[in-house]
């Protein structure tokens, strides 16, 4: 079952195929050890999951933006729509089920910011091709779709594939990443996208530095990827272009004291459209005057 949409967008210029994630967040002074039980000072609950963060970036930089995925029917998922809808991306392609239940992840956040997290996929795995087929228009007219590794990966890789021989370019988020990702997500990605972790399970390199992330780009370009980027936490990213000569370092502001390390990405774009401005993830910006509301939650966490 789809949900109701508070208006389809079929020019969409960015179209995300991943998952909904509801947040249960646990703020502590310390991230407990095996066995151990501590008390916490805040808890609240908030909606995550890659795709979801993703999509609702690329709205808030100013792209008219859609969604594929698949919630359970109980109160998180309804709860979810809604919070998508207030985001003004279209959720025609947003799909209830009552087979499982919606995407849940447990965090928990120590004081320096650190986290560990537990998610229970849930409805997400359930997305599949029949899924993908009905959503077919708005992934063919796209500018550019959106996937990672929170759902299937053969409903992503199917995706990927829809949109490249629609002629939409591709942007892949290993993640979560594993050493043996089938080998067509390399060369169906124009841009992929992952961090130093990622990189490092990808590529079986030690990444330990800007310089050595170059050196993991490299090697995933090799591997048929057009653009590499990898991200480096407060060392900002470096990517590396198989049409360019040489890894470039992107560095972002330095932060005294971190509060969501998934935010290291609304910085990073800013930094990027104003160095690379014709950058082929360069996404349209906000029109004058109008107002970007809420937290920043999002990005390749």
């Not at 690379?276 to 029109?287: D, E, G, N």
Request: proline share 5%.
């Amino acid at each position: 079952m789809a949900a109701c949409a508070t208006g389809l967008q079929p020019d969409s210029a960015v179209v995300v195929v991943g998952s909904c994630m509801t947040d249960l967040v646990s703020l502590t002074s310390h991230l407990p050890r095996i066995g151990e039980t501590v008390h916490g000072h805040k808890f609240f609950i908030g909606f995550g999951g890659k795709g979801a963060n993703q999509c609702v970036q690329a709205a808030r930089l100013g792209a008219k933006t859609s969604i594929v995925c698949k919630v359970g029917k109980d109160s998180f998922g309804s709860d979810y729509i809604e919070n998508l809808k207030q985001n003004d991306i279209s959720t025609e392609f947003m799909y209830q089920t009552k087979d499982a239940s919606t995407g849940a992840a447990s965090i928990i956040v120590n004081n320096e910011g650190q986290n560990i997290i537990v998610i229970v996929a849930g409805a997400n795995l359930l997305l599949n091709s029949d899924d993908l087929r009905k959503a077919a228009d708005i992934i063919s007219r796209a500018k550019v779709i959106i996937c990672q590794l929170e759902i299937s990966p053969a409903t992503s890789l199917e995706a990927l594939t829809m949109a490249r021989k629609s002629g939409v370019k591709t942007l892949f988020n290993p993640a979560p990443a594993t050493a043996d990702l089938d080998a067509q997500f390399y060369t169906v990605s124009d841009i992929f996208c992952c961090n130093e972790s990622e990189a490092e399970i990808l590529t079986g390199l030690t990444i330990s530095s800007p310089a050595a992330a170059g050196k993991a780009g490299l090697v995933l370009t090799e591997r048929g990827c057009k653009m590499v980027i990898i991200t480096l936490g407060a060392e900002g990213c470096v990517f590396v272009s198989a049409k360019e000569p040489g890894p470039k370092h992107v560095p972002t502001q330095k932060v005294i004291k971190p509060v969501d390390t998934t935010f290291l990405i609304c910085k990073m774009g800013t930094h990027w459209r104003r160095k690379w401005p014709t950058s082929p993830i360069s996404l349209p910006r906000k029109p004058h005057g109008q107002k970007r509301t809420g937290s920043c939650r999002v990005g390749c966490d």
